[in-house]
């Protein structure tokens, strides 16, 4: 009900197979980043493995609490993600960076990494350094976490 007017694209008060199958986006509850926790816990068998892995987010979220009063500072959610951020760019260098020396050649990049060389080489030098791929990386993350656009019917 709460969509039928935005799958009743002919507006004629009924719902043909097309328009279900075209409109089916909008049956479908939009995904929240704390979606993730209930996938892990629906998931999970009760086992040692599923343990540690809720273990290891409580363990994390607990560090993050830095007034100890059960709620989240953003300063320090920001400094979380800076720092998740800046390991996963070290570890991008340390696999791609044959010659060890910081920066990632075009020879060198491979993946996503080649296939956007030019748009995360800002300063145009042939090479992708740490800050350059922090950048991208951050925006990316942005990118993948705002809300899709919605269509209009």
Known sequence: ?????????????????????????????????ADFLSVLVETSDGDEGSMKELQYIYGVLRKMDRKNDGKLDPDALRAARDKITADRVDEIIKDLDADNDGKISREEARGRVKRDFDTIDLNKDGFLDREELIKAATERAAADAAPPPKDKP
């Open 1 to 33: 009900r709460h969509a039928f007017d935005q799958i009743d694209t002919n507006k004629d008060g009924k719902l043909s197979r097309e328009e279900l199958e075209k409109g089916a986006a909008y049956l479908q509850r939009a995904r929240r980043p």
